[in-house]
């Protein structure tokens, strides 16, 4: 089956790498973050755990007090707000616009109070939102602006890269992302006023131990190996590789041993192939009481009760390891490397699906802008149709596809441990909840070729009728 995602790696220089370089040797992450810098074009860019960790490190260089707010946009990552109420600022949502996903400026502005400390403009999917008045309108209010461009690494607006628009940028490294190192970020500060703030937090931080750092890459290698489409047969997390490495010591070993003594990547795969495969029916397997729909239902319904007697606590990073260390950092410089490449893949891909599907009625496309030069995540539309998802997924899934809505099927303000900063906001952000209960996911990473595109949209236009869509806002 053709994986939802599957980052593009070149397996054969990243072991080469491990196996020949210091892992200890600091200077490699150096290395990565000015050359990171130079890409984007930012004025410092520090290399961080996760791009969670990135946004945590802003936001404490802004001195949040109680009381001050974050504008974050509704439809986002659920970390993203965690990172926020760790903070101790409080998160205020705010609505995309159907046109593109993302949030205009405008609908920031309204949001704004003397209270706002910071806003987060993301950019989905890949394509930049409409950042060119934000700057101007934060600078005017006293707060500032931080791009969240975790899924938007190499793309433009108005001939600058996404990444130096705002006073701060964060980045996701993760196996989903353009560039990978399995897990990771990287914050970049682009205002000088900043700089003695965010040095002063990044003292405070420390690196992640070697083995650590070793589960990431190599669960990075077993992920690979577990997205080829020959073996890849049942969903699994972006976590699945470094999970496989953490859980079981003879799969870390034996993979250590491997890469140590630089391996050909046959070899690797051979030797840890059956492995993976034995994880991944793990993975797959579904407890016998979990087959009964009865008592799946009595279950979850079950779990949905007690999320709302008893708030789930947020999900917190911590003050300790939040910065990245060196076998990731050397992953990433040569990632970096290829990343023009893979973007103008995933770019290609994305423009096939839209040439296929931009006079169909039934599926609505993101618009993208005059003056933006997209980084395609993933290709998304809009099912418009009178057919519900589930529908549309299981078809693809029978013709060898995942997609559908993997990212986020819920509003993060209906999400239970948000509850108490978003309570009396259920029905407040229509376009959102439109948005994630009938957005697709299309892949689009280098995996796919012209005939996946083919038979995927061929898969949709079978859904396509003759009613005329709606859009239920």
């Not at 995309?96 to 993301?122: C, M, Q, W, Y």
């Not at 600058?160 to 560039?179: C, R, V």
Request: glycine letters at 6%.
């Amino acid at each position: 089956m053709l994986a939802r995602s599957r980052a593009y790696l070149n397996v054969e220089r990243i072991v080469d790498t491990l196996s020949g370089e210091d892992l200890e040797d600091e200077n490699h992450i150096l290395d990565f973050e000015n050359r990171f810098r130079d890409y984007i074009g930012a004025e410092r860019c520090y290399a961080t755990n996760q791009a969670r960790a990135a946004l945590l490190i802003a936001l404490r260089a802004l001195n949040i007090s109680p009381g001050d707010e974050v504008l974050v946009p509704d439809f986002t990552y659920e970390g993203v707000v965690d990172v926020i109420l760790e903070s101790g600022a409080t998160p205020v949502f705010v609505e995309p616009a159907l046109d593109d996903f993302n949030v205009p400026s405008g609908h920031f502005e309204e949001k704004i109070t003397n209270r706002t400390k910071a806003i987060i403009a993301t950019h989905l999917f890949g394509i930049p939102c409409d950042i060119a008045d934000l700057p101007a309108i934060a600078k005017d209010n006293g707060c500032s602006v931080i791009e969240d461009c975790a899924q938007c690494l190499g793309a433009e607006f108005e001939g600058k890269n996404t990444g130096i628009l705002g006073d701060f940028a964060i980045f996701s490294f993760n196996y989903e992302k353009h560039l990978t190192t399995g897990e990771g970020g990287m914050l970049a500060v682009n205002n000088p006023a900043f700089f003695e703030d965010v040095e002063r937090v990044i003292k405070s931080c420390m690196r992640m131990p070697l083995y650590n750092e070793k589960c990431y890459v190599y669960g990075m290698l077993i992920q690979h190996m577990a997205t080829e489409r020959a073996v890849y047969k049942t969903d699994l997390l972006a976590y699945f590789g470094q999970n496989c490495c953490r859980a079981d010591q003879e799969i870390f070993g034996l993979i250590d041993n491997l890469v140590q003594r630089c391996a050909a990547w046959e070899d690797i795969q051979d030797a840890l192939l059956p492995y993976i495969e034995r994880e991944i029916d793990k993975t797959g397997y579904v407890p016998p009481h979990m087959r009964n729909v009865v008592v799946k239902k009595a279950l979850l319904r079950a779990g949905e009760v007690k999320s709302r007697v008893f708030r789930p606590p947020i999900k917190r990073i911590g003050s300790g390891n939040l910065l990245m260390g060196v076998p990731r950092a050397l992953a990433g410089f040569w990632g970096l490397k290829d990343l023009q490449a893979v973007n103008a893949i995933r770019n290609r891909n994305a423009h096939l699906i839209y040439d296929a599907m931009q006079d169909n009625p039934s599926f609505l496309l993101p618009k993208v802008s005059p003056g933006k030069v997209p980084a395609f995540l993933k290709c998304n539309m809009i099912n418009q149709t009178n057919h519900p998802l589930s529908a549309i997924i299981r078809n693809a899934r029978i013709r060898g596809y995942e997609m559908g809505n993997i990212q986020w099927p819920r509003p993060v303000h209906l999400l239970p441990r948000f509850r108490h900063v978003a309570s009396r906001l259920r029905d407040a952000f229509p376009v959102t909840s439109y948005l994630t209960g009938r957005i697709i996911n299309i892949p689009v990473h280098c995996g796919v070729t012209p005939d996946d595109i083919e038979g995927m949209t061929a898969c949709l236009a079978g859904f396509s009728d003759n009613t005329r869509p709606g859009r239920e806002i």
